[in-house]
């Protein structure tokens, strides 16, 4: 095996390290934040909206994110260059950019199957310590804030930690709408070099290595949530 291609290509490689790490953060940050009223809304009503959300969860989960990225992508790309004056707006650059779309599909992805996770969680709550805070004369956002979207966190947290693992192992695709994350660069470096195996298992150990520190992280993140009280 060669591997004197590495520092010839490393400026490439650590750029595309950091787009990978901050698409991660970016996409599963702005997912949970959605995924927060998602999962909510299934629990608390009204019905409308809970079939909506529903419905929303049930799409993301039951296709492909290939193909949900794509459809924005190749969907929204070719409408809005359509629509008059938005070539002359500020938004243009934006627009016309890949990552914009990338950032939406992964967050759509991230809100419709930790929506889901969420939904359950804020049902696995005990009603009694609801029911306690509200008699204690919270109101109902204090009662979110500060009783049941903490508790209900803390019941997933293992879970959540998967999920951002798995959108690690997403951002891949993202390399198929011409987005130059760490994927795409060791593409770039198997054409260049004709080598096939060699950029692929340094690529697979820097993921290696990014999701043992995202298991860390979390790990110490959950064991420095307080614990319930044990009756």
């Known amino acids: 095996m060669r591997w004197d291609w590495i520092p010839e290509y490393a ?20 997912g949970f934040l959605l995924a927060i009223p998602i999962g909510l809304v299934q629990v608390t009503g009204p019905r409308p909206l809970a079939l909506l959300a529903r419905g929303f969860c049930t799409f993301i ?44 599909a992964f967050t759509l992805s ?5 929506g889901e996770v969420m939904r359950g969680a804020f049902a696995g709550v005990p009603k009694g310590e609801l029911e306690a805070a509200r008699a204690m004369g919270m109101s ?12 209900a966190v803390q019941n997933v947290f293992p879970t959540l930690a998967g999920e951002f693992v ?14 130059h994350e760490l994927f795409s660069r060791s593409t770039e470096v198997r ?4 080598l096939t195996y060699e950029p692929l298992l340094l690529v697979a150990g820097i993921y290696i290595i990014l999701t043992g520190i995202i298991v860390v992280i979390f790990r110490w ?6 614990k319930p009280a044990q009756a």
């Open 11 to 30: 400026d490439k490689l650590i750029s595309g390290l950091w787009l990978t790490i901050e698409l991660l953060l970016v996409c599963a940050t702005l």
């Open 61 to 104: 989960r039951g296709t492909p994110l290939l193909i949900q990225l794509w459809l924005i992508y190749y969907g929204l790309g070719s409408i809005f260059p359509s629509i008059d004056g938005i070539r002359d707006s500020f938004l243009w650059p934006y627009l016309r950019a890949a990552l914009p779309y990338a950032i939406f």
């Open 191 to 194: 054409q260049d070099t004709f």
């Open 140 to 151: 109902p956002f204090t009662v979110l804030r500060r009783v049941w979207l903490p508790r």
């Open 166 to 179: 798995l959108t690690l192992k997403a951002t891949p695709l993202a390399a198929t709408i011409t987005i």
């Open 110 to 114: 991230v809100a419709g199957y930790t």
């Open 221 to 226: 993140m959950e064991n420095r949530i307080p």
